[in-house]
Every structure is written in structure tokens, then in C-alpha cells.
């Protein structure tokens, strides 16, 4: 069975500062992970996934991840957070690239 | 820009009606998901479809839900009757087998 486990419901940051959101998963198989973004109203948008090549991955909106398999972990950070990354961020594994199971979601504000 | 559109976009009915939602996916996808998206329970994967064909509907009611392609075009979740706890916000996501989901923007219903 997947799952992933996101910590912290809501994490608050200050423009400019680092953006770290935590993510650990369980999977039985090497797994796929992904990150998506939702904006209020919209739909799940991908942000960046990995697949087994490099364990640092960089997505969109200068957002990257690194897979650390010795901590089933998949935190997503960006350097610095600029007001339009305020919006909630999830994170998801699949063992089959299709059958994707979600986190609960981490809603990120970002303070002026 | 080619996206998932999804209809209606909002609906407003009462206990006992039926609900039917219908999702476009992009052109040439040939794998279609349905997911429910509460407060409570976050994301849920309803149903999904390759080639139009039904892969897994485990996690969708099968009492009241039933979903349906009736063409590669077109893609239907019907709530019959519908259920207060049935008031969430629905997405329907295409893909192509083993690449990665474009989510629509959702249908939000609520159900008096």
C-alpha cells in the first residue's frame, strides 16, 4: 500500500524567505512522487515529479525536490517565496504512475 | 492550450436529485480520473478510466455513483440521489497512460 504524509496543515512564511514543505511516503515498489499546487478555485497543477533518474528535481516557479530514499522523504523548497506562491501544496506517490494517492495538503501563506 | 474542461462548474441541488457532471479530457488522452475533494477527507480517487474502458471504481459509492464514457470526448460521474454528503468539489483529470494527470477545474457542488 502508498500513502504520504504530509507535516503541517499550514505553514507561514516571510517574502523572501526559504519555502520548505514536508513530505515522507510509504510505497511497497520504488515509487513515483509528485508535487501539485492548487490555487483557490482552480485545479491540482503539477509542479514537479520524480521518476527514478535524478533525486533532485526541479520544477516550475523555481520550486525543486530531493528524494531521499534512507528518509522516505520528498520535501519541496524554493530559495525564496514571492506572494503568488501563496496557495495550497500537495504532495502524491504512485507504485504504477497511475493510480495516484494524495496527502492531505499543506496550505503555504506567504506574509508581506 | 489544451485542458480538461469540466461542467457545470457549479450546481446547487436538493436531496434526492440526480447529479450528472461531465468532464472533456484533452484530445488523444486516453486515461480519464474522477476525484472528490472535502474538507474533511481531502482528496479522494473516485473512479478511472483507460481507453474508456473502467480500470477501478473502488472508491466511489456504488449505490448512488455511477460513472460512464460514453465516447473518448466525454466523461460522465451521475449521483442518483444525491446526499448532503455528497457536497464537495469533483475533479476530473486526463493523462496518457504512465505520463502525468491535468487536473479540470472542477465542478463544486452542494447538495441542500
Known amino acids: 500500500a502508498q500513502s504520504v504524509t504530509q507535516l503541517g496543515s499550514h505553514v507561514s512564511v516571510s517574502e523572501g524567505a526559504l519555502v520548505l514543505l514536508r513530505c515522507n511516503y510509504s510505497?511497497?515498489?520504488?515509487?513515483?512522487l509528485f508535487w501539485y499546487v492548487q490555487y483557490p478555485n482552480q485545479g491540482l497543477q503539477l509542479l514537479l515529479k520524480y521518476t527514478s533518474a535524478a533525486t533532485l528535481v526541479k520544477g516550475i516557479n523555481g520550486f525543486e525536490a530531493e528524494f531521499k530514499k534512507s528518509e522516505t522523504s520528498f520535501h519541496l523548497t524554493k530559495p525564496s517565496a514571492h506572494m503568488s506562491d501563496a496557495a495550497e501544496y500537495f504532495c502524491?506517490?504512485?507504485?504504477?504512475?497511475?493510480?495516484?494517492?494524495f496527502g492531505t495538503g499543506t496550505k503555504l501563506q506567504v506574509i508581506p | 492550450d489544451a485542458r480538461v474542461t469540466q461542467t457545470p462548474r457549479h450546481k446547487v441541488t436538493e436531496m434526492g436529485q440526480e447529479v450528472t457532471m461531465r468532464c472533456q479530457p484533452i484530445?488523444?488522452?486516453?486515461?480519464v480520473f474522477w476525484y472528490r475533494q472535502t474538507m474533511m477527507q481531502g482528496l479522494e480517487l473516485l473512479a478511472y478510466f483507460r481507453n474508456r474502458a473502467p480500470l477501478d471504481d473502488s472508491g466511489m459509492p456504488k449505490d448512488r455513483f455511477s460513472a460512464e464514457m460514453p465516447d473518448a470526448t466525454l466523461a460522465t460521474l451521475k449521483i442518483q440521489p444525491s446526499e448532503p454528503r455528497d457536497s464537495a468539489v469533483y475533479f476530473c483529470?486526463?493523462?496518457?497512460?504512465?505520463?502525468?494527470?491535468?487536473f479540470g477545474p472542477g465542478t463544486r457542488l452542494l447538495v441542500l
Open positions: 502524491a506517490v504512485s507504485d504504477d504512475y497511475q493510480k495516484v494517492t
Open positions: 510505497s511497497s515498489v520504488p515509487p513515483y
Open positions: 484530445l488523444g488522452h486516453n486515461t
Open positions: 483529470a486526463s493523462g496518457l497512460a504512465k505520463e502525468t494527470q491535468y
